[in-house]
């Protein structure tokens, strides 16, 4: 069994920045055998996808967050980030941190971290 926790999470003026992270662990976890991704839900709104990495490092990201928005992992630490610079009201939303494993497919969601950009 894979356990996701997500953290980071808070509230942000515009403009500022956030670090989100998303911790895993198992008994025989490694993170390299898996591609994280992290989504959004905004109250009333279906989950999104934000951002994915690849177990090779490449990160793809959806266009309302390309060029603020920075997906990394660190397989020592079973780890992945989500850094998220000029951050706009629209960036409101629980985020998800979802780990698929690179060969079975299966899927794990973590419980989401609450972020709110508001003045």
């Known amino acids: 069994q894979v356990q996701l926790v997500e953290s980071g999470g808070g509230l942000v003026q515009p403009g500022g920045s956030l670090r989100l992270s998303c911790a895993a662990s198992g008994s025989t976890f490694s993170l390299s055998r898996y591609a994280m991704s992290w989504y959004r839900q905004a109250p009333g709104k279906e989950r999104e996808l934000v951002a994915v990495i690849s177990g090779g490092g490449n990160g793809n990201y959806a266009d309302s967050v390309k060029g603020r928005f920075t997906i990394s992992r660190d397989n020592a630490l079973n780890t992945v980030y989500l850094q998220m610079n000029m951050l706009k009201s629209e960036d409101t939303g629980v985020y998800y941190c979802?780990?698929?494993?690179?060969?079975?497919?299966?899927?794990?969601w973590g419980q989401g971290t609450q972020v709110t950009v508001s003045s």
């Open positions: 979802k780990a698929r494993a690179i060969v079975s497919r299966m899927e794990y």
